[in-house]
């Protein structure tokens, strides 16, 4: 099942189910008004929503307008980050310059919430000098969790899963990091892929808490990376029991895997620009590829080889913010 | 003017105005269900909250029963804490044995904001050897504030200013700093006193953003501290102004001050446990007192000398999390 949210107007949008080829869609009405209300009462959603995914696919429905489309959740009350892929915190290192850091536990901050860009909107920065950044990542909308949830538990919280583009200002990054306290500058407001999709409409590409689907990225309309979801050191279920050791998390928690990144970056490149300066770093000495300018486009989209894009696209620009 | 949100079985509860003496109250009813959606149209709401608070003070109302008070923002969008006392940093430093931390931008982490404990809950943590302790100190609540606001023009945005305990778990605090990516563990929900006030409603005791009360705390009965919020070394504006630097700040945002501390700490005593340790470390070689331990109770109240507390006082006790 696919779930996504048209604008209407109100800050949350209106939930919509989607047919698998992204094409019609079916609205809930009262019963589900935003996907926040869903997600804060599943139990008693979701077979609602089963029941439109079903109608969709005997062909009922009407045209889904593509560009109505907002972030599936456009506001949520938690967004946990991880940093899930050693890859990326291995070249990391080297693009910040930082000790090697623990990696006993996942590493996880906490990153503002309020609002997710939609898949097509225009970005705004204050300036190139802060040094633009896009991550391609993958992440999981959990119901509510307990405090104290085991990772082989936290499975059955795992409800949705979403694409995000974590945008980062990297030049502030390294500042903020050096402070202990985590980042608040260097992590404005993320865009989130049009479609939600439940594990099982993943089938073989959601194995061990992992999307093992590749991430094809487009800087300016060429290839940038295309890495695959699969080699995260530790699972969504794991990063959830993290995050849940101490806290309950409310129902509408997104929890992030971090910049995806594999092994054999020389193959399938990278999902972030600073990565690709580490490499350079590593290979020539100095960083040659500069951040972004603003007028610049990113393209994002998770597909199997030759098979569908379960969360739709991300294709948007970074512009000026002015005020 | 003071707000208090009433539990009524929803997770926002019900917005009430409560009259000076903190005796009675006066419901806005449909014109304003919960104070996240009043300061969400705070241009509309306030007027209609205001004439309540007349109505108050002409001994309308009807009795307050204060065992029913929430939070007065029970869940929120957005939880950006400072740490603006330059007393509680260089203490941290010691009880913590890190590097001196950067001073010439406020120090802030991003918390979570979909739960705060009312003033009289009982407070569950997994265990007594995280190292429970608490931390009074001040926040406030803005309105929506556009990226890029300067802090002189953020005063106009501090709609209310509230009173909160912000719990940390000291032994996972060291290791989350080191990984550069702030809490996630170590700083679970926090707990906020009664009643919001507006600025105006503090008198003399808001002066250049800054709450200048003393923040009386007693642990298990006993006085521990009584510092004053005055000390502060980036205001509540300038706190603002660096949240907003790179994002727009949602309505209903919290901006905290990070724990109260006076240079004058031999007289007046600390706003957290982890600071009386420093304390002691410093003077002895040793700290001496332990974290907090299941049953324990705190007390936090913020006061005038002789005069009202206009957030109302914290009571509560620590007990085991059970599930």
Same mark, same amino acid.
């Given at each position: 099942m696919r779930l996504a949210t048209r604008g209407n &107007?109100?800050?949350?949008g209106e939930l919509v189910v989607v047919s698998a080829d992204g094409a019609r869609c079916l609205s809930p009405g009262e019963q589900c008004l935003n996907l926040l209300a869903a997600i804060e009462r599943w139990r008693d959603a979701e077979p609602v929503l089963r029941t439109l995914s079903e109608r969709l696919e005997r062909g009922e429905g009407e045209l889904l307008d593509a560009a109505a489309l907002r972030a599936p959740l456009p506001r949520t009350w938690q967004w946990l980050d991880g940093s899930a892929f050693q890859t990326h915190a291995d070249l990391m290192q080297v693009a910040f310059g930082h000790e090697p850091l623990p990696t006993d536990k996942p590493l996880m901050y906490q990153g503002l919430s309020d609002r997710f860009y939609g898949p097509r909107d225009d970005v705004p920065f204050r300036s190139e000098s802060d040094d633009i950044d896009f991550e391609g990542e993958f992440a999981v909308i959990v119901d509510a969790v307990p405090m104290g949830t085991r990772a082989a538990d936290a499975f059955d919280h795992i409800e949705l899963v979403v694409q995000i583009n974590d945008w980062s200002l990297r030049a502030l990054a390294v500042p903020e990091m050096n402070t202990g306290f985590g980042w608040i500058q260097a992590k404005p407001a993320c865009s989130m892929a049009p479609f939600a999709s439940t594990p099982d409409e993943l089938g073989d590409a959601w194995r061990d808490g992992r999307v093992c689907l590749d991430l094809l990225i487009d800087w300016n309309g060429e290839r940038f990376g295309n890495a695959n979801g699969c080699e995260m050191g530790f699972g969504f279920h794991e990063l959830i029991a993290h995050a849940a050791a101490t806290r309950d998390l409310a129902a509408g928690t997104i929890v992030g895997s971090g910049t995806v990144a594999n092994a054999d970056y020389a193959r399938? &490149? @990278? @999902?972030?620009i600073a990565e690709r300066r580490a490499i350079e770093i590593i290979a020539a000495g100095e960083a040659k590829t500069a951040f972004m300018r603003f007028g610049d486009t990113v393209r994002m989209e998770a597909r199997s080889a030759g098979g569908p894009a379960p969360f739709g696209m991300i294709s948007q620009a970074v512009i000026e913010h002015t005020s």
């Open positions: &107007g109100t800050p949350d399938v &490149g @990278s @999902s972030c």
